[in-house]
């Protein structure tokens, strides 16, 4: 029950976002989720699509460093509080979190969000124990 993220290393400097939105577009690909780090001379860019495997392509034929990681993608409600108790679970179970980012769906009632972990799969595992969903890849592109 696991998503693919795409981080795409990309120049820091003026453009390489707009340029790389650009391909995207150009070849009908949707993000769903879209994260930024920057460093001093590039920056990553950690993306969810709609079709990770045409992306992939788009990417390697047009150039770009890209690698591929298994993520979760998780629903929660939008509510106080959501968050807090997927953490505690996490936390409680041992299962580091390296870094989370949040998407956009189109149900007012919930929220989403992308979690990096040191244990994807037992992550996975213990969350779907305590009643937390996970969207896998396929999902996504039904929900966007």
């Known amino acids: 029950m696991t998503a693919k993220q795409i981080s795409v290393f990309l120049e820091n400097k003026p453009g390489q976002l707009s340029e790389f939105t650009k391909l995207l577009n150009e070849n009908n690909i949707n ?52 968050l807090m108790k997927i953490l505690e679970i996490l936390g409680e179970n041992q299962i580091n979190l390296e870094y989370s980012y949040s998407f956009t769906i189109k149900k007012a009632d919930k929220a989403y ?27 996504l592109a039904e929900l966007v």
Do not use: W
């Not at 992308?114 to 595992?125: E, H, L, M, P, S």
């Open 31 to 82: 993000m769903c989720a879209l994260s930024l780090a920057d460093a001093e001379d590039f920056g990553i860019l950690r993306i969810i699509v709609d079709d990770m495997h045409k992306t992939a392509c788009v990417l390697k034929e047009s150039g770009y460093v890209f690698s591929i990681t298994p993520v979760l993608a998780v629903e929660m409600s939008n509510k106080p509080g959501s």
């Open 113 to 139: 969000m992308i979690f990096r972990v040191n244990d994807t799969d037992g992550a996975a595992k213990i969350l779907t124990q305590n009643g937390v969903k996970l969207i896998c890849q396929h999902e």
